[in-house]
Each structure stands twice: as C-alpha cells, then as structure tokens.
C-alpha cells in the first residue's frame, strides 16, 4: 500500500487473494490506460490520414530535431518535480520561434499528454488520496478542458495570443506568491467534503479549461488544494491525474482540426518520457528555489512577447482594412 505525505515510498503488504475486489484507484487506472491506448491510436490514424491528404503540405516535416527533443526532455524532467511544462515549452517555442503561435496550446496538449499520464501513474500510486476527492477532481478538470478545447482550436491567431499572454502572467503571479510565501501553506487533510468539494471542483473545472489555451494546471491546482486546508503533497495526484485525463480528451480535438504543430508534438511525446522517470525515480527532488525564480521571469518575458505579437497582428489587420 502506497504511503502519502511525502515519503513517496512503497509498504509492502500481503499477498493480495484472487477473490480480493480490485480497489477504485486500480479502476482509475486501467481506465486511464484504455484512455492510453485509444488516444494514441486515434492521434496515430489522424496523423497518417492529415500526411496523406497533404492538407499542410504532402513534404511536413514529422522527425524530430535535436532542439525539439531537448525542449520535451528539459520541461517534462521539471515538469515531473512540480514546476510545470506549459510555460517553459511556450518560452522555448517563442525564443527559437519553432511553431506559429496559434499552434501552440494544440501542440502542448497534444505533445505533453503521455508524458502527463505517466507522471499521472507513478504519483497515483505512491500518494495516497481519498478516492473520491480525486476522482471528482479529475473529473471536473476533463469537463472544463472539453469544453474549453472546443472553443480554443478554432481561435484566430491574435485571440491565441491574448488569451495566452494573459493567462502566462497569470501563471508568473502565482509562481510569484508562492516564491514569496503569500499563499497558504495547506493542511494536513487527504480528502474533501461539503462546500470546500464545490470549491475545489469549481476550481478545477476552470483550471482544466485554462490548460486549453496553453496555462498549466500545476501550480495553481496546488495552491487551490492548499487553500482548501490539503496536504499540498496531495496535489501531485490530483494535478497530475487531472492533466492525464483531461489531455488526451482535449489533444484529440485539436488533434481533429489539425490545430497543433505535429513534429513539435512527436517530438514532446519521445522526448518526455525518460525525464519523467529519471525526475521521478533517480532525483526525486531538487532546490529549485533559483530555478523557480527563473521560470516567473522566462513566463513574464514570454507573456510580453506574446501580447506583443497580438498587437502587431491588429496593427498589421488595421492596416489591410485601410489599404482595402
């Protein structure tokens, strides 16, 4: 049985018994495995199908580069320590400008996913939270990014670029009152009832649709579970649950409209999964004081840069109107 509140370590109980009911967390997770095995097929045959039609042209690059995989190895290896992957990955994509900014919350999602669901399965078992807290939790989150992706991968460039320029400094807030101590600390509770369960799916409901315009979901589903008087290591499964499910259900409608970068994307997905595992199993755990303080101003450098871009785009939009 796994142990919470921080040691991350396995108890070894007894041997299970054949006729022993399989436990709800064990449901959730062969759920999320047939989640799994469904979103990558799916994302497989719209690949193929999106590269034989030649809808973005017949020659799209789909191999990974050598700055495309690092990018997926560096986020996702912080990503797993509880830093977040969305507004480092965007910074990248900014900085090198590898992907159109419109396709930027599509390949997040899309590219981050599997990487999300392993964490989602190393932390779910190792810490310990009740059942139905978590499960409502997640739930809440996939039907806020349902909803939010449907409107998002249709978005022009220019609202993209707002919404996510907004929301980043958003995120680079919270990164910055927690660096300052200015939100709670948390609690000792595991579980959630009565109004602060309605306060914590709400919350969650909006984060999860927040993630489909390229806002990570970690750092505030931490302080929303602190606020609520948690244990703030029991944010790790749910915020870590949360992504696993909601971004598969999210990528393959933007996956669908064919609303994301495709080599950036495979590129996130191969490049991940050995980060998350070497953060998760061999360095577990970092002073990351300095690093966090970088990450709030890499997030404010790129927000800028993002609502600069949204304001060229209207300037250049004025423009055409007029010359029309």
């Known amino acids: 049985r796994a142990i919470g509140r921080g040691t991350q370590k ?28 469904f979103y990558i097929a799916d994302w497989a045959y719209l690949a193929v199908k999106r590269l034989r039609a030649g809808g973005h042209g017949s020659d799209e690059p789909v191999r990974p580069t050598a700055i495309h995989l690092t990018i ?29 900014d419109e396709q930027i919350p599509g390949t997040l999602n899309v590219g981050h996913a599997i990487n999300s669901i392993i964490q989602s399965f190393i932390y779910i078992t190792i810490i310990n939270v009740e059942f139905q807290t978590l499960f409502l939790m997640i739930a809440a989150a996939t039907l806020g990014a349902w909803l939010g992706a449907g409107i998002v991968a249709g978005l022009p460039r220019r609202k993209v670029q707002l ?35 309605a306060l914590g799916l709400g919350g969650n409901f909006m984060l999860g649709a927040f993630m489909t315009i390229g806002i990570g979901l970690y750092a505030p589903c931490m302080i929303l579970v602190s606020m609520l008087g948690m244990n703030p290591t029991a944010a790790f499964p749910i915020m870590m649950g949360s992504c696993a499910f909601l971004m598969p259900v999210a990528s393959l409608q933007f996956v669908r409209k064919n609303a994301y970068n495709l080599r950036a994307a495979i ?32 997030v404010v450098y790129t927000a800028w ?3 600069r871009s ?9 423009v055409a109107g007029a010359t029309v």
Do not use: C, H
Request: glycine share 10%.
């Open 72 to 100: 997926g190895f560096v986020t996702n290896f912080f990503d797993t320590l509880g830093i977040g992957s969305f507004a480092t990955t965007t910074a990248a994509y900014k900085f090198w400008k590898l992907i159109p």
């Open 267 to 298: 590129s996130l997905a191969v490049g991940g999964p050995l980060a998350v595992l070497i953060a998760a199993f061999i360095v577990r755990s970092l002073p990351l004081y300095a690093v966090r303080w970088l990450v709030v101003f890499v």
């Open 10 to 37: 396995l108890k070894i109980g007894p041997t299970p018994s054949y006729n022993r009911r399989v436990s709800p967390k064990n449901i959730l997770l062969l759920a999320l495995a047939g989640l799994t095995i």
């Open 163 to 197: 919404g996510m320029g907004t929301a980043l400094i958003g995120a680079a807030t919270i990164m910055f009152l927690q660096l300052m101590s200015l939100v709670p600390g948390g609690g000792e509770a595991e579980a959630l009832s009565g109004v602060k369960l």
């Open 305 to 307: 840069s993002l609502l």
């Open 310 to 318: 949204a304001a060229a785009e209207r300037a250049r939009a004025q």
